[in-house]
Nanobody, 124 residues
């Protein structure tokens, strides 16, 4: 019904930058509103962890490990969330997933929506 499509992952050297994008689109239904959007990541052998979130009003929250290096933003008109990653470290290597905790389509809400994931590899 609704899909989250991520892009922007890839390989980069330590200290480099990448920008991730995630756009929500409805195959059948129009998206009427989106609540919180966020990015999570999962490294091999580790649990998925929160990276950053942003509310519909633009209030942001970051994991301590990425503060001052990553910036989350969103374009409500495009149903898109971005993650600008700078000063990347090898420990940032993971699959990054976007998440929308709640979005409204005609007649109902959709909860806990996830993208397919995009690989980010930081290595020299």
């Amino acid at each position: 019904q609704v899909q989250l499509v991520e892009s922007g992952g890839g390989s980069v050297q330590p200290g480099g930058s990448l920008r991730l994008s995630c756009t929500a689109s409805g195959r059948i239904f129009t998206i009427l509103s989106i609540n919180n959007m966020g990015w999570y990541r999962q490294a091999p052998g580790k649990q998925r962890e929160l990276v950053a979130t942003i509310t519909s009003g633009g209030v942001t929250n970051y994991a301590d490990s990425v503060k001052d290096r990553f910036t989350i933003s969103r374009d409500n008109a495009k149903n898109t969330v971005y993650l600008q990653m700078s000063s990347l470290k090898p420990e940032d290597t993971a699959v990054y997933y976007c998440n929308i905790d709640r979005m409204r389509i005609p007649g109902r809400w959709l909860y806990d929506n996830w993208g397919q994931g995009t690989q980010v590899t930081v290595s020299s």
